[in-house]
């Protein structure tokens, strides 16, 4: 398989030991951008067959945890012959500096993007300093 091929390739998460699945699904890591912009970092998580009824998003502390549940297909009257695309669920988790805005992030899902905008805080954010006449 080639390198690009390689990259493609969904990501199965590593559980902890100490962690209890309640769900009998295989957890993958979903590929994530990061763009900063001047006043947010935004956050593009590719999940698959996720909606919006489909997505968790806790805060707790600095950690941000993104999970997502992908329920399949069903077309009325056909039974699936084959499957190539295998279903599982999503689970991430970010470590938030104090850069970020916590009371302001927003998300929205759309075509299985989870997009996360994440504003920074006050005292990050650039700002010009007006020099005087000394």
Do not use: W
């Amino acid at each position: 398989m080639s390198e690009k091929g390689t990259s493609l390739k969904k990501r199965e998460e590593q559980s902890p030991a100490d962690t209890e699945r309640t769900r009998e699904r295989r957890t993958y890591v979903p590929a994530t951008d990061i763009h900063e912009r001047e006043d947010a970092l935004v956050l593009l998580v590719d999940m698959p067959g996720v909606d919006e009824k489909n997505v968790d998003i806790e805060l707790e502390g600095g950690t941000l945890t993104i999970s997502g549940r992908a329920e399949p297909d069903t077309v009325e009257g056909f039974r699936r012959a084959l499957a190539e695309y295998e279903l599982g669920d999503y689970q991430r988790n970010f470590q938030l500096s104090d850069e970020v805005n916590r009371d302001g992030i927003e998300a929205s899902v759309r075509d299985g993007v989870l997009t996360l905008v994440l504003p920074k805080s006050e005292k990050t954010k650039p700002r010009q300093i007006e020099v005087k006449r000394g």
